[in-house]
C-alpha cells in the first residue's frame, strides 16, 4: 500500500514539474503534452437544455445564426431556404413569438443591440446589397492578415477577437487603434474557429468549430496578456450538427448554438456550481 501511495505521490511530482517547465521553458512538445493531460480532465461548464424551443417545428431551413437581446430577453434565428419565414423570434425561455421574411434575402451572420430607447437586430445578407463599416488587414497568413475572417467579439478590456477560421488560429486586436496584439492557433490543428463569444463573467471564451461539431471553452487571458490557449472544456456534438455561429446572454450566460447541418438551435446552460451569480 505503501508503494502505490509513493508511485502516485512520485507520478503527480512529476505532472508538475512538467507543468512549470513547459511554462518556463516554452517547450512546444512539453505544452503538448501538457495540453493532452488537461484535455482529458477538463471540467464540465454547461449541460444542454432539451426543453427549448417549446415547439422546433418553426425551423423550417438551415439555421445558419442566432443573437440574443439581453436586455429584452429575445432570442433572433435567422435560417435559409424556399418559402420560409427567414428571421424568428423566441424568447430565452422558449416561447415563438413572431418571424418575419419580407427584408432578408440569404442570411448569414447577426447581432442584437438594445437600449431603454431602441431595440435594433443588425443582419449579415449575403444576398444583397451591403455597406462596409470597418475593414481591417488583408488576404494572407500573416499577422493582421486573414482567411476567411468568419467572426468577431469584444473583450470587456477592448480588444477585438476574431476567428480567422481558413487560418485556424484567433487574432487579437486593440479595437481603438487596430494595434495587433497576438494570435492563437496551438487548439486549433485540427479545424479553425467559426464563431467566437465570451460569457457574461469574462471567464472563458466560447469557440464554435463547424466540421467537427464541437464547442470549445477557452481560459480568458488577463489584460495585457494574450499568452497561449488553453481548453478548460468542450461539448462534442453529433456528426454533421455543424454549429456555424453562436452568442451568450449577457443576464443568464445561456450559449445558444445554430447548427446548420441539423437545422435547429440549441441552448446550453451554465452549472450553477460555476456561475453562481447565475439564476436559471
Given at each position: 500500500m505503501a508503494r502505490i501511495w509513493l508511485c502516485a505521490g512520485g507520478a503527480g511530482f512529476f505532472l508538475a514539474l512538467l507543468v512549470l517547465h513547459s511554462h518556463f521553458s516554452g517547450s512546444p512538445v512539453l505544452r503538448e503534452f501538457v495540453f493532452q493531460i488537461s484535455w482529458r480532465t477538463e471540467e464540465i461548464l454547461y449541460r444542454l437544455d432539451v426543453n427549448w424551443p417549446k415547439h422546433s417545428e418553426y425551423f423550417t431551413g438551415a439555421t445558419f445564426c442566432t443573437a440574443v437581446d439581453t436586455l429584452n430577453g429575445l432570442v433572433y434565428i435567422a435560417q435559409?431556404?424556399?418559402n420560409i419565414p427567414k428571421v424568428l423570434v423566441f424568447t430565452e425561455d422558449g416561447y415563438f413569438l413572431r418571424a418575419w421574411n419580407s427584408t432578408v434575402d440569404t442570411p448569414h451572420g447577426m447581432f442584437a443591440t438594445s437600449s431603454l430607447d431602441e431595440q435594433a437586430i443588425w443582419?449579415?445578407?449575403?444576398?444583397s446589397d451591403f455597406m462596409m463599416l470597418w475593414l481591417h488587414g488583408e488576404n494572407g497568413t500573416g499577422p493582421a492578415k486573414f482567411n476567411i475572417p468568419h467572426s468577431v467579439t469584444v473583450d470587456s478590456s477592448g480588444r477585438v477577437w476574431v476567428a480567422d477560421r481558413g487560418n485556424k488560429r484567433i487574432q487579437v486586436f486593440d479595437k481603438d487603434t487596430g494595434v495587433w496584439l497576438g494570435a492563437w492557433n496551438n487548439c486549433f490543428t485540427e479545424e479553425g474557429p467559426s464563431s467566437v463569444r465570451f460569457t457574461p463573467d469574462g471567464k472563458y471564451l466560447v469557440v464554435a468549430q463547424l466540421n467537427l461539431s464541437r464547442l470549445l471553452f477557452v481560459a480568458a487571458p488577463p489584460v495585457?496578456?494574450?499568452g497561449y490557449c488553453s481548453?478548460?472544456?468542450s461539448i462534442q456534438l453529433a456528426d454533421q450538427v455543424l454549429p456555424h455561429l453562436l452568442d451568450v446572454s449577457g443576464k443568464t450566460g445561456a450559449i445558444y448554438v445554430a447548427e446548420i447541418g441539423a437545422k435547429q438551435v440549441q441552448k446550453y446552460v451554465p452549472l450553477k456550481s460555476?456561475?453562481?451569480s447565475f439564476h436559471l
Open positions: 435559409r431556404g424556399d443582419i449579415t445578407d449575403v444576398g495585457g496578456s494574450i481548453v478548460i472544456s460555476y456561475f453562481p
